[in-house]
């Protein structure tokens, strides 16, 4: 199935009114660049994509949709309308938002489901991909590579799970859960009070479980939403404080030497627990005693030469090795002497045993080796304290020069954190409280395993053991088969991304060692700049997106921003290959090293759009070079003109915004 | 199986926040309780409940590989210690080793010698709740103490 975005037009929302078609000649352009300055709504015309395309806008609040509404004119109303190809066919999902009541809804029309359809109702075989999680992989922006590189997020692994609809597994076992609650329940009508009672019980607990599950969730995700605004605040306060001079070079210096000890601390925590690992590191009374059992082992000659299988055989013979005759009472002796001996099996682990103590050094220098680790790392740890410190003190002194916005940021900071903390206290108590009445509990390991216990309790009760059985094997099939498909896919998956990554940095080699929730680079390995991240993010993405049989457009915001000359061409040569078709959102200062690259390079149909948000200095730009406008609207222009595209200026573009 | 409080989750989550590869595996935290057991030579029986502690593997992980041996060791070692047992006791050292190793195993444990390996632990951890008072989330700080903790225990 091939599927290309044809076009869309936007009206109503913050983005300039536009109309925007990827025929080119006739058919589609293989790779469509749009060019809009900074402020024309990039980031807003992207959401909407992404909203129409899943039919997530549906469950926006009201927040996220006055957000979208335009500023600079009164309208009530929104309307972005997706056209989509799927092979030769045509669907169109029209996206309508009432800005007074804040209410968003859909309309889909194709031949595929017979017309026109209220609702969000693409054809069934889109609908599998056209789901939120889906989606973001190729609608892409910038928040989703650093998110596929965050320990804080699962983005990598819920990339893989989207891509080869894992989660049906998951809806499988819900289903059979249903169907075992339908069983019961229906046979609970017809038997005795007591079934009736624990199945009362049991919806209470489940219905419990289920609020205690959102609140967790709620708790989780609105930490990882914090950590995020923190780490987004902390990069505000730094940038502030780098603006002044008087501190910039000693602000710098102590952000590089903090990055440079928690590296270092990371190194010498990991060498330190290598070597806790081995017992006789921690103290010499351990090495001791190792020595002792084992002079006592040698004293005793344990293990001995001979072991109690071969009294053991010995006694199963008629005859001895002497050649005297083996009767009842000797073999009766010989049984009960063998329990002097150690089995063979033993014999082995106590001679390994030795062989380690053997090799252990009689001195203290083990010992003094990870003391001097753990004091190593103790003074990197004061030495990284003191650099925070220093960091918070130079904050202070600006703060009480009159930084009323640097102060504002370090509140805010300050708050969220407190947020986070009292956050996780609350989800530490999710996690303890395992005792009592489960329906008082916040434990949600507690109260399944107590759900579990009940639902056994009613199986045998309402005989429907069996049915109880069957449902759990499935069940524990469907789990297993869903971690082994996923280990495997991840595998494979790795073994190609791995590749195309070694092709993308061949100066800089970057290591990824797994996929696991995020993408994990190799050890000693610091966090990638952010060139290295988008570069990482376009190898997994395009990985997976090449994986089927199917073919999805790639849209992307700013693919070049932040990207080194060498990266940008090296990822300009790659766009071609990423898919059957590209699309990305560009400023003029990603055309030098990567446009023109791929214009240079590439043998496929590009189309270059500008949009641009009516303005003084854009009428005039327009009236002055009088390029190819073919959509003049409210608030827009969208100019189809290559030499406009290619001579729009970055100075002129400043003044625009 | 090695099994630890499930108490002990809320650390080893807060601990491997920041960092994956100090603390890797739940065994890591398991074996620091095991030492301080084992270092102040007492245990206390897991709860019987199954609902209050949560399983681990039953093998030792690649990390612990070379060390193994040693660790079942000094498990055999405090086991003879606390019961007064001379290291010249031959029956009772073999019925020792008899009742706790099993090379037939993947751990090398028998279930007698997970028990009363997870009794240490168990031990360990109650005894590490009460000597961490000021509560530690970061993994390298948590080392430099335990380590601090350990030492004096040993010696």
Redesign the interface.
Known sequence: MIIKLLGWSSKGFRCPDATLSMDMNNAVSDICFIQMPNGTGKTTTLKLLNATLSGSATSWSKNDIQQLRKKEHLVHHGTFIVHLGINNDTVTIELNVDFNTNIASFRTSSNLIGGIRDGWSPPSQLTNFLNPKFVKLFIFDGELANKLLDNDFDEASNAIEALFQLYIFKDIISHLDDYWNYHTRDRSNKTNRSINSKNNELSKLEIHLSKIKNKHSAATNKIKANNTDIHDISEKIDIRIKNVKKYRDEYDKIINHIESANSSISIKSQDCMRLIRIPAYISKNITSDFYSIKEGLDKLKLPSNTSKQFFIELANNDFCICGNQIGENEKHNINNLATKYLSSEITGFLNSFKSEVNALSVSSFVQDELSDNINELNSLLEERDRLLSKKRYISQQLQESGDNELKELEKKKTLLEKENLDLQSLLDKYNSDSSGDPLRSSNIDYIQNYINTLKDEIAIISDTVTLKSKTDILKFILKDTHKITKEHLTTDILNKFRNRVDHLFPFSPIQIESIDGSIKLSGNQEAASVGQTLGIAYSFLTTLLQWGTHSFPLVVDSPAGPLDYTVRREVASIIPLLSEQFISFIISSERPHFVDIIKKESNKSIKSLTLLRKTDYTNKLVSTTNPCIIDDTLDGYVIDDDSFFYNFDMDEEDNNV | MFRIR??S??WF??LRH??????KTKF?LY??FF?NGIANIDKNPLLSK???T?EIIDYFPS??I??R??????L??TE?KRLGID??D??N??EK??EL????TPS?LTLKGFSIMNDYANKGFELLQEQIKDHVDL???F??KV??I??NS??
């Open positions: 499930v108490e989750d809320k989550n807060k920041n960092e994956k590869n100090i603390f890591d074996y620091l030492l199954k609902d209050s949560s990390d612990y070379g060390s041996h040693l660790i079942i060791g000094m055999v070692i003879l290291f010249s031959k029956i050292i073999q080793f008899h190793v099993d090379p037939d090398k993994a390298p700080e080392l430099v380590h601090s350990l030492t040993f010696d």
